[in-house]
Nanobody
């Protein structure tokens, strides 16, 4: 197992930006598929973005062109740069990791991930 800790959440006005980070401890993230998911109150956990083991990056349609997912294997950290934020982006954001996931379809499924962070709140409002 790998322990994941998210940071960087907070409050921002519509149109603003935030950068979330997820740092691993206990094991390197090299060889892991990584994902960001979000969960708004009363709603299910939804896919935001993912990076496959071979470096392919995938986004939900709702964030494509606004969010950028990157990984820094040397620091065992991944980042989610969120620009042009909207009120509908408000949610708790979770980082997830798994060593077995293959393919761009399965990395979008929350139940496929073994390891999760505790989540960080992102609030977009005026």
């Amino acid at each position: 197992q790998v322990q994941l800790v998210e940071s960087g959440g907070g409050w921002v006005q519509p149109g603003g930006s935030l950068r979330l980070s997820c740092t691993a401890s206990g094991r390197t993230l090299d060889g892991y598929t990584m994902g960001w998911f979000r969960q708004a109150p009363g709603k299910e956990r939804m896919f935001v973005a993912g990076i496959s083991r071979n470096g392919g990056v995938y986004y939900a349609d709702s964030v494509k062109g606004r969010f950028t997912f990157s990984r820094d294997n040397a620091k065992d950290t991944v980042h989610l740069q969120m620009n042009s934020l909207k009120p509908e982006d408000t949610a708790v954001y979770y980082c997830a990791a798994d060593q077995r996931i293959q393919g761009s379809r399965t990395l979008r499924q929350a139940f496929m991930y073994d390891d999760w962070g505790q989540g960080t709140q992102v609030t977009v409002s005026s």
